[in-house]
């Protein structure tokens, strides 16, 4: 039974579609120096009717399926113009004297091989959006027809090697019942689509399209991420059943949406969802989230050859307040460095990029962005209730001097008589050990604490966290971490201010109930996790998650803390998660 990364929950019972990979059957050689200026020319006009194309596609997304699904192809538009990209291209036909379509293929190599080497997930999988934009150029200079999912006289269930946004683009509404593909990871442009499009998706199956034949019937089991390949009669029938049972437990988790985060014996906690672009606002409101706790704003910079100006940034801001308002939105300032990165801005390339000039390090050098960035928050989140969050602080200083900034701006913007939001309030992520460590003498600076665990666990246990080699050693209740997060809490309690939780820890059904058993306030997790989290919450006795974490401070290691937490808590976890309600 292939096995991938289960990446949109749901299971689908269908027709096997296979998307064959785009081959482009290039002619390699080598132009004269007459021929140079012609074959740039014949270039430029690839690149022209791409943008054409892709404008079409973007202003059709934009009206059948909405603007969050079509923000991608302007990212895409941002490719074509990206000076690295294209001057990439037509430096090999002027110096090498490269046919176009040759050009064209030699810097998708290149780009391919550095993207391949960041260590995000996220960053790599990137690859496929400049590939796509490849292909665009490429079927214009070869002037081949696109390739398209409309049409479709059947359900079916798409099976492809990845597929490219473009592929999404031209999917017939309601006849794709989901997707398998080769490659890909949970940040994947295919599974990100199935989220959002609500049908399941198993991707990373390695060789899934060699292994299943076109029209066959396949399983998908977008919970576990599995594919079964033509079924038994006995495989369909428990499938059908386990179908049912997962609409009925998603109807049933629906009806949690407008209900508070409250425990059984009455401590309530806010439960808010993190983002990385402003469309997925849409999703968390949806689900019932109380607000963003974490909109990382990375991805703003990303996929485009400039810095996002004042304007361009108030307008991104703004649309994520407007519709999470009344409840706030914490903005995090620029986490660029470590593992990612942008093509236009040039981070030195370090022996210990994540231990680097990254962060909050970044932008005290570079004022000039931080400037542009916190204007835009300030002035953005005039129209509901936005709040600052400074990412990788270690010490005081930092954030003395990060206040200082912030003061600094808005005595310019009253100065200049720019509206603005006067009382921002500013928090801190604790994910570096110094500043769990000092968190008594930080609290005294900041309006809240966001832990973020996976560079907070990453750190103090100095296990990078995406090293598979290494990844046994990445232990979210070792008993290092559970003092920390215990400390944060109680040095934030004592000075007056609320501590959450943004990093994945929040969305682990486990650690979310020793988590509120050491008093966390805020959790922040991925829109598709917020009901599930809930339900786990609402299930618990706040009481007995406090007897419970007491104990586990005293545990002596990870293996024991886990044990005591599962003896106690497991059976009634066991009933709420999806997988193991499904399971059978
Ligand atoms: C974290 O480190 O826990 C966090 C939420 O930030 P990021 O994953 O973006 O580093
Ligand atoms: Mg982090």
Redesign the pocket.
Same mark, same amino acid.
């Given at each position: 039974m292939p096995k991938g990364i289960a990446a949109s929950p749901g299971i689908a019972m269908g027709k096997a579609y296979i998307l064959e990979k785009e081959e482009y059957c290039i002619l390699e050689y080598k132009i004269k120096k007459e021929e140079v200026e012609q074959e740039l020319k014949r270039f430029e006009t690839a690149v022209e009717n791409s943008k054409k194309d892709l404008g079409k596609i973007k202003k059709r997304v934009e009206e059948e399926m909405g603007e969050k699904e079509a923000y991608i192809f302007q990212a895409h538009l941002y490719i074509l113009e990206d000076p690295l990209f294209i001057q990439d291209i037509t430096r090999r036909i002027k110096r090498q004297r490269l046919n176009a379509e040759t050009a064209v293929r030699r810097t998708l190599e290149v780009f391919e091989a550095k993207f391949a080497s960041a260590r995000a997930e996220f960053v790599r999988r990137r690859f496929g959006d400049v590939e796509d934009v490849g292909g665009h150029i490429l079927r214009n200079l070869l002037k081949r027809p696109t390739r398209t999912l409309s049409h479709l006289e059947e359900d079916i269930i798409v099976v492809a090697d990845d597929l490219a946004p473009s592929d999404t683009a031209s999917m017939q509404k309601g006849r794709i019942l989901g997707f398998a593909t080769n490659v890909g990871g949970r940040t994947s442009h295919s599974a990100i689509m199935a989220r959002s499009m609500e049908i399941p998706a198993v991707v990373g199956l390695r060789d899934i399209t060699k292994k299943v034949e076109p029209g066959s019937v396949v399983i998908l089991d977008g919970n576990r991420g599995r594919v079964i390949i033509n079924p038994s009669f006995q495989q369909l029938e428990n499938y059908r059943k386990k179908k049912k049972r997962f609409i009925s437990h998603k109807k049933n988790l629906a009806t949690l949406r407008s209900l508070p985060a409250q425990t059984l014996d009455g401590r309530e906690v806010s439960l808010a969802a993190?983002i990385a672009a402003p469309e997925e606002v849409e999703l968390a409101v949806r689900e019932g989230a109380e607000g963003i706790g /974490?909109y990382?704003t990375e991805y703003l910079y990303m996929n485009r050859s400039s810095l996002p100006s004042e304007d361009e940034q108030i307008e991104a801001y703004k649309k994520v307040i407007e519709k999470a308002a009344p409840n706030s939105v914490i903005i995090r300032t620029l @986490?660029l460095g470590g593992d990612k990165f942008i093509s236009h801005f040039p981070v030195p390339a370090e022996i210990n990029p994540f231990m680097g000039w990254r962060a909050i390090r970044l932008c005290l050098e570079r004022v000039d962005i931080f400037e542009t960035q916190l204007r835009a928050i300030l002035r953005a989140s005039r129209f509901g209730n936005g709040k600052i969050m400074y990412?990788m602080i270690s010490g005081v200083e930092e954030i003395r001097k990060v206040n200082q900034i912030l003061a600094g701006i808005k005595e310019k913007l009253r100065r200049e008589g720019t509206p603005f939001a006067e009382n921002v309030e500013a928090g801190i992520?604790i !994910?570096i050990p110094s500043a769990a460590v000092i968190a008594d003498l930080l609290a005294k600076e900041v309006d809240f604490f966001s /832990? &973020?665990?996976? @560079? /907070?666990i990453q750190y103090s246990l100095a296990v990078d966290r995406v090293n598979e080699k290494v990844a046994y050693l990445y232990q979210p209740l070792h008993p290092t971490i559970l003092r920390l997060i215990d400390n944060v809490i109680k040095c934030a309690h004592r000075e007056g201010i609320w501590v959450g939780v943004? &990093? !994945?820890m929040a969305s682990d059904p486990l650690s979310v109930l020793i988590l509120l058993g050491l008093g966390v306030d805020e959790f922040s997790v991925a829109p598709t996790s917020l009901l599930e989290i809930k339900k786990i919450i609402r299930s618990a006795e706040w009481e007995e998650t406090q007897e419970i974490a007491v104990k586990m401070l005293k545990s002596k290691t990870s293996y024991e803390a886990k044990r005591l937490a599962e003896r106690r808590l497991s059976r009634r976890i066991k009933r709420i998660v999806r997988g193991n309600n499904n399971a059978g």
């Open positions: 993190n /974490l990382r @986490d990412p992520m !994910e /832990l &973020g665990t996976n @560079d /907070l943004c &990093g !994945e």
